[in-house]
C-alpha cells in the first residue's frame, strides 16, 4: 500500500511588518479594538514586486531543500490559493517554472482559505492512488492586495504568506490518517469579492463602488467558523478512530484568536496543545495552516511519530479538517559541503534546461513568423 510521507516543508512572508499602530492611522480603529476582537497584533504585507508565485516559490525552495529533493523529481505542483497572480495561468505554472520542476504537471487549487487541507488531501490521494512518487503543495496568498484599505472592518484582518510542504511515496503507514472536506456555497455572499470574475469583470463603475475589494459579513461568518471548525474536527478525529486526547498538536486555521478559542473550549483541547500565530501574520489564508505547522516544527512542537490535526474553514463557504501521522525526523541535519555543491549542479542543470526550453520555443515562434512572412510574400 502507499502513503504519502512528508518529508519537506519550508515557508515564506515578506519582510514588511504592519501593526495595528500603523492600521490607526490610516481608519477609524485602534490597536486594543483589534488585539482584543482578533487577537492580531502585526501582519506582513507584499513589497510591490512581491506576488502569490514569488512567495510560494520561496517557500517551495525551502521545502525542497529539507526534503533534499531535486525540482525535477517533483511530478505534480498544486497551489492552494485565492489571490493568483493573474486569472490566468495558473500560479502554480509560475511556481513549477520558477523552482525548475520540468516534469512536473501544475494546477491552482481554489478552497479559499480551507486550501492547504484541500491540497494535502488532493496530493496524498494521488500518491496513495500511485499515480505520482513526488508532490509539492504550496499554500499562498496575498490578500492585501484584495483588501479595501479604507474598510476597517476587514483591512485589519488579513496578511500574505506562504507556506510548501513535499509529500512523497512510502509503503510505511503514515501521513494522512483522516480528511473531512465540506462546501456550503449558500454561503456565497458571506465572503467574497464581488467583481473581477466573469460574473462581473471588472469595469470603472465596480472599481467606483469598490466592488474589486473583498465584502464580509463578520458576525455571520464567525458564528460559522466556530461551528463548522468544530464538526469538521470531530468528524476527522471520527474517520481516524482517534480521540482528542490521541492528539499532539491543534494547528487550526489562523483567522482570529476568538474563533480558535472558542472551538478549542467545545472540543475541550487544552491551549498548551493548540499552536496559535496569528498575532504576527493575521490571516493569511490559504498559507495560515502551512505556516503555522512550519514554525510548530522549528519551535520543536512536531516530532516523528507526532499525530496533528488541521482544520481550516473559509470562503465559499468552504471547511477542511485533516489528521496526520507525522513519519519523518524533524531535528535539521546540517547540510554538508557535498551536499550543497550537489544541490548547487543540480539547480544549474535545471536552470539551463528551462534556459534551454524557451530559447527553443522563441527560435520555433521566430520559424513560424518568418514562415509566415514567406509564404504571405508568395500570396501577394
Ligand atoms: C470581523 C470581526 C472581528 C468583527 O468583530 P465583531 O465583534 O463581530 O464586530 P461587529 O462586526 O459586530 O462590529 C462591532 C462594531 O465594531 C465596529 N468595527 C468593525 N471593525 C472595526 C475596527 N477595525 N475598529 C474599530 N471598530 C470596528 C463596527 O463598525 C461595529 O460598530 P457599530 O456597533 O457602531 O456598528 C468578527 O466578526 C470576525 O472575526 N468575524 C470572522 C472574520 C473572519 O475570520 N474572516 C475570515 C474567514 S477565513
Redo the contacts with the bound molecule.
Sequence with gaps: MNYAQIVGWGYAVPSRVMTNLELEKM????DE??RS??GIVERRIAGPKETTSSLGIRAAQHALQVADLSPSKLDLVIVATTSPDYPMPSSAAIVQDGIGATKAGAFDLNA??SGFVYALSVGSGLIASGQYENILIVGADTLSRWVDWTD??TC??FGDGAGAFVLQKTDSPTGLRSCVLGSDGSGVNA?LVPAGGTKSPISLEQIQNRQNFIK?K??E??RF?VNVMVQAARQALSAAEMSVDDIDLFIP?Q??IR?IQSAMKALKIPPEKVFTNVQHYG?TSAASIPIALCEAIAEGRVHQGSHLALVG???GLSWGAAVLHWGVSTTSVPETWWKSMVRNVQTQEEALRLFALKAHRRLELAGLDAFRRLSNGHDA
Excluded at 27 to 30: E, G, K, Y
Design positions: 481608519v477609524d480603529t485602534t479594538w483589534i476582537r482578533t479559499a482559505c476597517r472592518a485589519v484582518l465572503l464580509m463578520g458576525p461568518v464567525y467558523a486555521h483567522a482570529n474563533i490571516n474553514f473559509g470562503a
